[in-house]
């Protein structure tokens, strides 16, 4: 092989370098063309379909959409396989609903591929493979891209107002067409991830914790992890949307929370709507969704139901109402004061696990009359002494307390040097 013209893992015949090219610019046409003429109609449909199986509902909701354009075109499905979870407990997409997509997608002329850039810590084939993906491409032969494996394009952002550009994983503009394949569940920062938010594992490496670093922007209450969102989708956003509400997630989501049952699976073209709808679904308001009003805002789609064409007309007979994810985690766990300053979920899930599963074993660690302190994130400034401080963004506190590296660590590890100290 040509180390210096390598093969193209979606298509072996053409070399990598010409086809970068090519397809960066063509892609970055496509994104600002997307922009200009405006895909997203006044009156987007969004299709809802109900049922125990979730390979059946996903063809079956796929029907309704138009894949005509697909033909002849190449691909990327973007689920979300960020975190090391087996299928079923809502954290990960239900391969069943990828799998449907590879095959529908495929019969309408698509070159289909799979692609993820997972959070910190998680290495995107393990995560692939333990969330059953593997095993659904594998059999359809359908190529599986680490999107963190090669370098990022650095996409400025016009008139970006919490960020200015991002670094885009390359394989991502290499594509004719993104879709976004989420599972339905309550986040906690940004109180739910659907296909909108899911396009931030289109973002480079770590360079999606960037988006959760940024100082708070004068004159607005909304945090700038919203409005990094809402910039984001200026660029960045999917050309059609299949949400996975086989099994979702509620509570303490997006790694920590509780599977909840819904067997449904809706798709739209236009992302926000079909948040939208999927936001009702789940027993929310779009418009309370901070990174959903700022996008709409920003006229990167629908989120007003009123404005969306949903079918089938008895569509909301299949709403639950999702358990939000508590507001302080202290109410949770009542011995322990956490101090979260600009973490990334990678953290969050890594405390809020170690919390569920140690909880009962940390009472000899705690200060007597007190609570004990629990530090992540890289916005401290100072932090109080015998502070637990997990993660590497913490490191400049360690003198100061308990310091457990990692990005993230896990756990067991925290656990071990509580005991150690
Ligand atoms: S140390 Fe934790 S909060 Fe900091 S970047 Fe790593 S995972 Fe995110």
Known sequence: ????????????????????????KKSFANMIGFKKRGANPEH????????????????????????????GKTVLLKPNVGRMSESGKGVNTNPQVVAAAVDALRAAG??????????SGVKTLEAFK?????????KRNCPLIDLDKRKPVIT?????????????????????????????????HTGVTLAIKNMKGCLWRRSKVDLHMLPQLEGTTDKSLDIAIGDMA???????????????????GPGAGT????????????????????????????????????????GCGIIDLNQIRISPENWQNFAADFEEAPKNLTFEFPDIEVLDRNSCSACQSTLLLFLQ??????????????????????????LPEGTLCIGQCTAQHKENGIFVPGCPPVGSQIYKTLQNN
């Not at 698509?110 to 959070?119: D, L, R």
């Not at 073209?269 to 990174?291: E, K, N, W, Y």
Request: proline residues 8%; contains cysteine; hydrophobic residues 40%.
């Open 1 to 24: 092989m040509n180390q210096n013209n390598p093969v193209n893992p979606v298509n072996p015949a053409v070399p990598r370098r010409s086809l970068w090219r090519r397809r960066v």
């Open 44 to 71: 987007p449909e969004v299709h809802v379909i109900h049922g125990p199986d979730a390979y059946k509902n996903t063809i079956e909701v796929l029907k309704s959409i138009d894949l005509s354009p697909m033909n």
């Open 110 to 119: 698509a070159t289909v591929s799979i692609g993820e850039s997972p959070i």
């Open 130 to 138: 333990i969330s059953g993906i593997t095993a659904i491409a594998e």
């Open 156 to 188: 400025p952002i016009p008139g970006g107002k919490a960020i200015q550009s991002l670094k885009i994983c390359v394989d991502v503009l290499e594509f004719d067409f993104i879709v976004s394949i989420p599972v339905m569940k309550i986040h906690m």
């Open 234 to 252: 200026t660029v960045l956003r999917p050309h059609l949307s299949i949400i996975d509400g086989s099994i979702g997630m509620e509570g303490l």
């Open 259 to 298: 599977p909840r049952e819904l067997n449904v699976v809706l798709a739209g073209g236009d992302g926000f709507a079909t948040d939208a709808v999927a936001c009702r679904l789940m027993g929310q308001d779009a418009s309370q969704i901070p990174h959903l009003r700022i996008g709409a805002e920003n």
């Open 357 to 382: 599963d140690y909880a009962k074993r940390l009472a000899p660690y705690i200060p007597a009359g007190e609570r004990l302190k629990v530090a992540i994130g890289k916005g401290h400034e100072s």
